[in-house]
């Protein structure tokens, strides 16, 4: 499992210890997460420079927060950098590390998040309050967004921010976390073309078994036996190449990209 994230920015590094040692981890439930204390973090470096910030939560502590530097052209397109401020939970006796503690070991962060993806968000922070320290003044309105909850399908940061703030983060162009990371391919090393995201299929799977008593197993027909099975077979199944056959007419035109 990769932890570590290389860095060569001074302040870049101590903005990714600091958010990787508020340990914002979010377990699926809304109780999880406190995203509120990477929210004050990236807050207070933001503040004094110029640029309009605001705070959303939507449940105590699942804080997302949105800056905006507001572009001179109504009619410019607008760009979102989009950075996530939880992570999943971890399995310290795993690690040969201190998951929550931010090390800096040769050149490298060391931490639950570190390369998912607070150094992405920190550095985007990073940038985006340069750019506002500076005065700069783009175009098109260039918008940060610290979310909470992404690693929960992001029910109350994105997709809440969607659905009740969105004039707050409607952009036309969003930079978030994989874009421009580059793949190992037969022919080399090259940069994916994303045309979609993964997403979620929630299913209710109802397995049938004939009631009996835990002490007489044999012969049954037991319902948890039979979903073993179907799990099993679930797991083994090989997802058909759709992907590489609706991709086929653009690498006609322009070969692996």
Same mark, same amino acid.
């Given at each position: 499992? &990769? ?11 101590? *903005? ?49 927060? =949105? ?11 607008? *760009?979102?950098? *989009?950075?996530? !401020? ?9 690690? &040969?590390?201190?998951? +929550? ?10 931490? /639950?998040? %570190? ?12 940038? +985006?309050?340069?750019?506002? /320290?500076? $005065? +700069?003044?783009?175009? $098109? !309105? ?15 940061? %994105? ?35 994303? =045309? ?9 799977? /109802? ?45 006609? /035109?322009?070969?692996?990209?």
């Amino acid at each position: 499992m &990769s932890v570590n994230s290389e860095v060569r920015d001074p302040e870049v590094v101590e *903005l990714i210890q600091q958010l990787i040692r508020n340990a914002c981890v979010n377990d699926g439930t809304d109780e999880s997460g406190h995203e509120a204390a990477n929210a004050d973090v990236i807050c207070a470096g933001l503040e004094g420079t110029g640029c309009d910030l605001e705070s959303f939560e939507p449940l105590p502590g699942r804080v997302s927060l =949105v800056a905006r530097i507001e572009g001179g052209d109504p009619g410019a397109p607008s *760009l979102c950098y *989009l950075g996530h !401020t939880d992570v999943v939970p971890v399995n310290p006796d795993s690690w &040969s590390r201190d998951p +929550f503690g931010g090390e800096l070991v040769d050149g490298e962060v060391w931490g /639950r998040g %570190a390369v998912d993806m607070l150094n992405i968000t920190a550095a985007m922070a990073v940038a +985006f309050g340069r750019l506002a /320290r500076s $005065g +700069f003044r783009p175009r $098109g !309105t260039l918008i940060l967004a610290a979310v909470a909850d992404e690693e929960a399908l992001g029910a109350h940061g %994105a997709g809440w921010l969607s659905e009740h703030a969105a004039s707050a983060v409607e952009a036309d162009y969003v930079i978030t976390e994989e874009g421009g990371v580059p793949m190992e391919t037969a022919a080399g090393r090259r940069l994916a073309i994303t =045309v979609g995201e993964k997403g979620s299929c929630w299913c209710r799977l /109802r397995i049938h078994g004939v009631a009996g008593h835990a002490s007489a197993p044999l012969r049954t027909d037991n319902a948890l036996v039979t979903a073993a099975a179907v799990i099993g077979r679930l797991a083994a199944v090989q997802a058909a190449g759709h992907r590489a056959r609706r991709l086929a007419p653009f690498r006609e /035109r322009h070969g692996d990209a």
